[in-house]
C-alpha cells in the first residue's frame, strides 16, 4: 500500500511558476511509474506527466509540454511537478497518482492517488 500527499499548490499570476510535490509513504515508488492529472472544474480528469521510477523516463501531455517538467528524488520518495509559463487554463485540481510498472496515460491503470492540491491560475 502506498498513501501519496501532494502540496505547493497555490494562487499564481500567469506566467508564473509553481512546484508542486507529491511525497510516498506506506512504501516506495518501486518499479512503479508516478504520475501528475489535473481535473477543471466541470471537466474530465486528464493526463499531464509522468516518470518512471526506476529508470527516470519521462513523458509529458502536447498541453505542457515544454513548460512543465516532472522529476524524482530517490532519497526523498518524492515526485515534482515543476510547472512554468502557467496559463489560466493550467487551473485544476492536481493529483498525483502511481501503480503501473509500464507507461501509460490512462488513469485507470493508476491504482493509488491522493487527495489532490488546487493549482489556480489568474489572468
Known amino acids: 500500500q502506498v498513501q501519496l500527499v501532494e502540496s505547493g499548490g497555490g494562487l499564481v499570476q500567469a506566467g508564473g511558476s509553481l512546484r508542486l510535490s507529491c511525497a510516498a509513504s506506506?512504501?516506495?515508488?518501486?518499479?512503479?511509474?508516478v504520475g501528475w492529472f489535473r481535473q477543471a472544474p466541470g471537466k474530465e480528469r486528464d493526463f499531464v506527466a509522468a516518470?518512471?521510477?526506476?529508470?527516470?523516463?519521462?513523458y509529458y501531455a502536447a498541453s505542457v509540454e515544454g513548460r512543465f517538467t516532472i522529476s524524482r528524488d530517490n532519497a526523498k520518495n518524492t515526485v515534482y511537478l515543476q510547472m512554468n509559463s502557467l496559463k489560466p487554463e493550467d487551473t485544476a485540481v492536481y493529483y498525483c497518482?502511481?501503480?503501473?510498472?509500464?507507461?501509460?496515460?490512462?488513469?485507470?491503470?493508476?491504482?493509488?492517488w491522493g487527495l489532490g492540491t488546487q493549482v489556480t491560475v489568474s489572468s
Open positions: 497518482a502511481c501503480g503501473p510498472p509500464y507507461a501509460s496515460r490512462r488513469e485507470n491503470d493508476f491504482a493509488y
Open positions: 506506506g512504501r516506495t515508488f518501486g518499479s512503479y511509474y
Open positions: 516518470v518512471s521510477w526506476s529508470s527516470g523516463t519521462t
